[in-house]
């Protein structure tokens, strides 16, 4: 095979060519492509599954709560803590209206995860108690442009049984 | 008769600027009246300033993990709400400040030299099909010539 032959050197050449433009579209694409923050709720292992399903009234939950950054730039998140109900629960554009138990907040740079254990202390409404309430958590973040914490419209949920709390 | 009105009048007039006075006297003291109050949420605050200005050098491609880190440390130190800690957060955020201060002072030339390597390599990675089409002619012939000059033509 000589490779001076028109037809080889053709498929030589477009072989180069295709390369090229990928190694050139490779250097300059932007660093994210598709920017997206994951929020998840796990259990007191910091492990998917096995979440409680009841709890007494004041007693404090470990739970791990986990936040990837994928912004394409440094993220400053809030995760909000609320109880509620089925009918409080948050949507994909209000949050609850509820207000937060405890704000946990944490920095994370583009690429970057971070698992935050937490003692979430049940103690929703006194009319819960043996009844099943949702212990919500909101993601905001703080929105540089306009200065302010954003409802991501992001929120994990555990819905739990509220038993009396036990005698002393 | 028209007197009794009239010291009920002024009577409500020093209640009423009283009442101001003690409402100014305690606005413009609560500060240093809530020490422990005030501090954190000032800190709370700088590091929220400084973690706008490091997006805004992150936006234009400057490394700035290991700041976001020791401001996330300092986040958490805060959370601690104890006095130690927040002593700790300080000097944290003080040393960020300083290293962002560098940083913006020296953000042109970080900008153009990162420009540069980037578009630099696009340029060179680019140059490979031509220079190929140029040169590997050439450059095959002359070795093919040389692995074939001591061959001999036979009649």
């Known amino acids: 095979m000589n490779p001076l032959n028109e037809e080889v050197f053709a498929a030589i050449m477009a072989l ?54 994928n912004e394409g730039s440094p993220l400053l998140a809030q995760i909000r803590y609320k109880i509620g109900t089925n009918d409080t629960l948050p949507s994909d554009t209000a949050p609850s209206k509820k207000k937060p138990i405890k704000i946990y907040e944490a920095m994370l740079s583009q690429g970057e995860n971070i698992t935050i254990p937490i ?8 009319a819960l108690i043996g009844k099943r309430a949702a212990l919500i958590f909101e993601l905001w973040i703080y929105n540089v442009d306009e200065r302010n914490w954003t409802y991501t419209g992001k929120w994990v949920h555990l819905y739990l049984e509220i038993l009396e709390e036990p005698l002393p | 008769m028209n007197k009794k009105p009239v010291t009920m009048l002024r009577i409500i007039h020093i209640i009423i600027i009283v009442i101001l006075h003690v409402t100014i006297v305690t606005y413009s003291l609560s500060p240093s009246i809530l020490p ?3 501090s954190p949420s000032k800190l709370q605050r700088e590091i929220i300033g400084l973690y706008i200005r ?63 390597s980037k578009y630099g390599t696009a340029a060179a990675i680019a140059s490979i099909p031509v220079l190929f089409y140029l040169l590997f002619p050439r450059i095959y012939l002359e070795l093919w010539y040389k692995t074939r000059r001591k061959w001999v033509v036979e009649k």
């Open chain 1, 16 to 69: 180069i060519v295709v390369s090229s433009a990928i190694g050139i579209a490779q250097v300059l694409r932007p660093e994210t492509v598709s920017p997206f923050t994951a929020f998840g709720l796990l259990n007191e292992k910091c492990k998917i599954g096995d979440y409680p399903a009841k709890a007494f009234y004041g007693e404090n939950l470990t739970l791990c709560l986990l936040l990837y950054n």
């Open chain 1, 119 to 126: 003692q979430a202390q049940v103690t929703p409404e006194r």
């Open chain 2, 36 to 38: 422990a109050k005030a």
């Open chain 2, 54 to 116: 490091l997006v805004r050098l992150s936006e234009e491609g400057i490394d700035t993990r290991e700041l976001i880190n020791l401001l996330s440390e300092a986040l958490e130190l805060l959370n601690n709400e104890d006095n130690a800690s927040n002593i700790k957060a300080q000097k944290i955020v003080s040393k960020v400040r300083e290293a962002v201060e560098k940083l913006e002072a020296e953000r042109p030339s970080i900008v153009i030299s990162k420009n540069l």
